[in-house]
């Protein structure tokens, strides 16, 4: 991952948990760690950061999941009031879907036309139906097979603050013990690394911290999405005890849910 796209993680973080690790400041580091930060009362702590993607959950080509990735990112709904009669707008995109960022105005235009027109002519208790013809959309048209329009239950409801589209796929998956193998194999990768031996010495570090985060590529790359429901804080016991002997290198392990700005757990200690 780029170190801008690290950056972009650990701002988030801060935004959403700002006195994440009682840290004043935080600089790049030489790689490993990702970032070296320093606390009021003098000592510098190292932070790396990893995803948590699963690899032999993905089913649809990097390079397709990027460009959707990057039409979400476009239409930053999370900076929007979501509608009052539905709670999400999933898109289905077309096969040879690529991102264009020339388009990407207009995409967001139409997209947001769309939207509103379709909120203010329903309500919660109309039955919302799929849009496959998008003639009066053409940019929306040229990416999209078509989108719906899906609600939730009430406490999953999206407030003001958090994204509300998305590509079309499972977003609470049954299996909760494929997404907890996974995020056990994202931390052990990492505890494994040689790299971090005598790093604390080296570069005079009092602890050295891993946040491993999960967000909107992580649900378009048909990771875990477990992630992004309650079942999740079932499974936290159990991976915590995974590492009751200790986690390697790491003084601290945290789970950061990074869809729209989402709870940070502690896995170890």
């Known amino acids: 991952m780029p170190k801008s796209e690290d950056r972009k993680i650990l701002d988030n973080l801060r935004d959403s948990h700002p006195n994440f690790e009682d840290v004043t400041n935080w600089e790049t580091g030489p790689d490993p760690p990702d970032f070296i930060g ?9 932070l790396e950061l990893t995803e948590w993607l699963d690899a032999k959950q993905a089913t649809r080509s990097i390079t397709r999941m990027e ?6 990112e476009a239409l930053a709904t999370e900076k929007q009031s979501p509608p009052k009669s539905f709670d999400r707008v999933i898109l289905a995109f077309k096969n040879s879907v690529r991102f264009n960022e020339h388009d990407a105005p207009r995409f ?12 203010e ?22 990416y ?53 031996v005598r790093l604390k010495q080296r570069l005079n570090i009092q602890e050295l911290i891993l946040v491993v985060h999960f967000g909107l590529r992580g649900v378009l790359h048909a990771a ?21 002997d200790g986690a390697g290198p ?20």
């Not at 967001?108 to 027109?117: G, I, S, T």
């Open 67 to 72: 460009a959707e990735y990057r039409w979400i």
């Open 250 to 269: 790491f003084n601290k392990i945290y789970l950061y849910l990074a869809l729209n700005e989402g709870p940070l757990h502690l896995i170890y200690p």
């Open 144 to 196: 999209l097979r078509g989108l719906s329009f899906q609600r939730l239950p009430d406490k999953y409801c999206v407030t003001s603050g958090q994204r509300w589209v998305a590509t079309g796929g499972k977003f609470y998956p049954s299996d909760p013990q494929n997404a907890m193998r996974s995020l056990l194999e994202t931390i052990e990768k990492k505890i494994s690394k040689k790299d971090y």
């Open 121 to 142: 002519h329903a309500d919660r208790l109309t039955v919302l139906n799929a849009v496959l013809d998008l003639s009066p959309y053409p940019t929306l048209k040229r």
């Open 108 to 119: 967001r235009d139409e997209f947001y036309a769309l939207v509103w027109k379709t909120d």
């Open 224 to 244: 875990p999405s477990i992630a992004i429901s309650p079942i999740l804080l079932d499974l936290i016991p159990e991976v915590r005890s995974r590492f009751s």
């Open 38 to 46: 320093t606390r009021p009362n003098g000592p510098k702590i190292g």
